[in-house]
């Protein structure tokens, strides 16, 4: 168990509406990134907020967006969901850079 | 444009002989790198690490090698064991400029035969 936690497992909708990923970080953590998985594909990297601010900016789809809360955890929100959006959608944290660690992902279906 | 790339798709060892799985990187600019053991519906998991002032880290059974010159690194696994079978990812940070996201190659399928 790394210690970071995602909701929900599984999450399954049609093509154009908006679902909300959560993600919880390690203890003492203050980065949160987000990583997306397609089929076959590595890991890419999305977004990263550190302690609340924006740090960096991967491949994000301007139809989706992220944020992170004062309490440290992070949402990250996809909307106009399209078939190709369907992904595993991985969270990581660490406390600052470098060594993240990762929670268990978010598979999403996109019908 | 994959900074870190992993040609092999997929690796198959006996029981006991040594693994080898590579990567190679395209930025200069990398200075830490990271292999990651997968295991399905299962997040990432932290193996091992090396610095760019290091050319070997060894733990345990796993050693990563790096070759800067040639922008290579290997992660050797010996004795190799069935429950090593995963998929493995090699990932790469610019930890000194502060830009620390990951960049992870598209992964090597290592299945350890008994």
């Known amino acids: 168990d790394s210690g970071v936690t995602q909701t929900p497992k599984h999450l399954i909708t049609a093509t154009g509406q908006r679902v909300t990923l959560r993600c919880s970080p390690r203890?003492?953590?203050?980065?949160v990134y987000w990583y997306q998985q397609s089929l076959d594909q590595g890991l890419q990297f999305l977004i990263q907020?550190?302690?609340?601010?924006?740090?960096a900016k991967g491949n994000i789809l301007e139809r989706f967006s992220a944020q992170q809360f004062p309490d440290l955890h992070s949402e990250l929100n996809l909307s106009s969901l399209e078939l190709g959006d369907s992904a595993l959608y991985f969270c990581?944290?660490?406390?600052?850079?470098?060594?993240?660690?990762f929670g268990p992902g978010t598979r999403l279906t996109v019908l | 444009d994959q900074q870190v790339k992993q040609n092999s798709p997929s690796l198959s060892v006996q029981e006991g002989r040594i693994s080898i799985l590579n990567c190679d990187y395209t930025?200069?600019?990398?200075?830490?790198f990271l292999w990651y053991k997968k295991y399905p519906a299962e997040g990432p998991t932290f193996l091992i690490s090396i610095s760019s002032i290091k050319d070997k880290n060894e733990d345990g059974r796993f050693t990563v090698f790096l070759n800067k010159s040639a922008k290579h690194l290997s992660l050797h696994i010996v004795p190799s064991q069935p429950g090593d079978s995963a998929v493995y990812f090699c990932a790469a940070s610019e930890v000194q400029t502060g830009a620390n996201n990951l960049f992870f190659g598209t992964g090597t399928r290592l299945t350890v035969i008994p």
């Open positions: 990581a944290s660490s406390v600052g850079g470098g060594l993240e660690f």
């Open positions: 907020y550190y302690n609340g601010e924006e740090r």
């Open positions: 203890s003492g953590d203050l980065s």
């Open positions: 930025n200069s600019m990398f200075d830490y």
